[in-house]
């Protein structure tokens, strides 16, 4: 088990930008891991996709999801293609992915079940 809270995003993202002010507004330490310049660590990945399913990592409702041509997007059906397309598209991924330091993981930022935690 980790020591720190981590989150994972892409640092332009509105989300990610709430989500980190949220967490340093409430005084919980964290680390930032960048999608853009760090990729998409695979041993994670899997772990999210047993946590949280693969219909709820993959964002099917963002740009990244709608500029995927059809075919693509309908051989998306389980957790091993989902996994494909989200190494291969990191912004694919909901965003944040948070690794909380108790061991938990949450996808997207929800400030009443993030209170919770802290």
Same mark, same amino acid.
Request: proline letters at 3%; charged letters at 25%.
């Given at each position: 088990? @980790?020591?720190?809270?981590?989150?994972?995003?892409?640092?332009?993202?509105?989300?990610?930008?709430?989500?980190?002010?949220?967490?340093?507004?409430?005084?919980?330490?964290?680390?930032?891991?960048?999608?853009?310049?760090?990729?998409?660590?695979?041993?994670?990945?899997?772990?999210?996709? @047993?946590?949280?399913?693969?219909?709820?990592?993959?964002?099917?409702?963002?740009?990244?999801?709608?500029?995927?041509?059809?075919?693509?997007?309908?051989?998306?059906?389980?957790?091993?293609?989902?996994? $494909?397309?989200?190494?291969?598209?990191?912004?694919?991924?909901?965003?944040?992915?948070?690794?909380?330091?108790?061991?938990?993981?949450?996808?997207?930022?929800? $400030?009443?079940?993030?209170?919770?935690?802290?």
């Amino acid at each position: 088990m @980790q020591a720190m809270t981590t989150l994972y995003g892409i640092p332009n993202c509105d989300t990610v930008k709430k989500a980190r002010t949220w967490l340093t507004a409430h005084g919980v330490e964290h680390s930032f891991h960048d999608f853009k310049k760090q990729g998409v660590p695979a041993a994670r990945l899997d772990q999210w996709l @047993q946590a949280a399913g693969w219909e709820k990592l993959i964002n099917r409702k963002g740009n990244t999801w709608r500029q995927l041509d059809e075919a693509t997007r309908n051989g998306v059906t389980d957790a091993a293609s989902a996994r $494909a397309l989200a190494l291969e598209h990191a912004s694919v991924i909901k965003r944040p992915v948070v690794e909380w330091a108790d061991g938990a993981i949450t996808v997207g930022f929800d $400030a009443t079940d993030w209170q919770a935690r802290v």
